[in-house]
């Protein structure tokens, strides 16, 4: 075969990396469009949320996966085996260190688990927020991390920037297996519309919140429907699940002042998401221990 008719490839990628360490406004870089959730606070991605990055030579599908923690509750337990399992089934791996951080136990834990776990599959090593330190300490960060394990191909970015991320999207689409679109052109994610929205309103109510409401905290989507009569507005009942009344209080604020806030702000992002005006009713229940309950977490979809 002649280099000018190089392949189709396509096929699957996710990324791992210690909380923090840019995975979310990395893919959102790539794919050029909001479907994963980033914050400020750790482990907010939850949902395996996929984008899809067109290029003319591969079709690369990005799968969000949680962030990898020593467990400690059933939730924990639960978001790991689901990390190991997207391992087991995606093309190529993109492990991110952030440029601005010495490589820790974080980044070694996830280093054995994936030589545990994801044996055969090729791993890239990406050191990210390029844009927040010198040349000097990119090029030491990329030294130690070929000490930190075999990595198929190393490369810097700043997804802020958007330095080096199409290389990156070619490096990634380089391990796909030759393949057809496994997607039909121009379609950015096969997550159902309730999902982002539950995420977005998740996103909302977290903004600002510091203490451990991140793992204390899940939405639900319980009705959406276009009202009668009234076709471009979008009728949305979510229901924001805590563990404790203090919680509650906390999401609600005083007065429901905060609560109003999160509303407005998870609205603007509804709206852009689905292109049309909508209603949107929020309320916070109390759903005890929620996070150790088999069946609550399989209610809630995990
Ligand atoms: N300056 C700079 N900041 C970045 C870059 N990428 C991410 N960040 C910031 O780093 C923080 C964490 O980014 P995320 O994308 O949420 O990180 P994550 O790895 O998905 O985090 P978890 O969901 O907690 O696992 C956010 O405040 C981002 O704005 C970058 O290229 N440059």
């Known amino acids: 075969m002649s280099s000018s008719e190089a392949a189709h490839r396509s096929g699957f990628a996710c990324f791992v990396g210690r909380p923090n360490a840019g995975k979310s406004t990395l893919m959102n870089g790539l794919i050029g469009s909001k479907v994963a959730i980033t914050s400020d606070k750790p482990q907010t991605t939850r949902h395996a949320i996929r984008g899809i990055v067109d290029r003319t030579d591969a079709q690369l599908i990005i799968v969000d996966t949680p962030g990898l923690h020593r467990p400690r509750t059933l939730l924990g ?3 790991n085996d689901l990390v190991h399992e997207t391992w087991s089934e995606v093309d190529v791996i993109g492990f991110c260190v952030p440029a601005d951080q010495k490589i820790g136990p974080g ?6 688990q994936l030589a545990k776990v994801a044996k055969r599959t090729p791993v890239i090593g990406i050191v990210t927020k390029t844009d927040v330190v010198g040349k ?7 030294l130690a991390m070929q000490e930190l394990m075999e990595f ?9 920037e958007q330095f080096q991320v199409d290389e990156l999207a070619g490096v990634l689409s380089a391990q796909l297996p030759e393949g057809p679109q496994l997607y039909p052109g121009g379609e950015l994610t096969d997550e159902p519309e309730s999902t982002l929205i539950a995420e977005l309103i998740r996103e909302a109510a977290l903004e600002g919140v510091r203490d451990e409401l991140p793992h204390s905290l899940a939405v639900t989507i319980e009705e959406m429907a276009p009202r009668e009569g009234k076709e471009d507005l979008v009728d949305i009942y979510a229901v924001l699940h805590v563990e404790r009344q203090s919680q509650k209080a906390i999401v609600i ?5 905060r609560l ?3 509303g407005s702000q998870a609205r603007e992002h509804i709206q852009k998401l689905l292109g049309s005006k909508i209603y949107l009713d929020l309320h916070v229940k109390v759903s005890k221990d929620w996070q150790q ?6 209610r809630l979809g995990f």
């Open 107 to 112: 980044d070694r834990y996830i280093a054995e």
């Open 152 to 160: 198929t191909e190393i490369i810097p970015v700043s997804a802020v």
């Open 253 to 257: 604020g005083r007065g429901g002042e």
């Open 136 to 142: 000097q300490r990119v090029a030491e960060q990329l």
């Open 77 to 79: 337990q639960r978001l």
């Open 260 to 262: 109003r806030e999160v």
């Open 293 to 298: 309950d088999p069946k609550q977490l399989r």
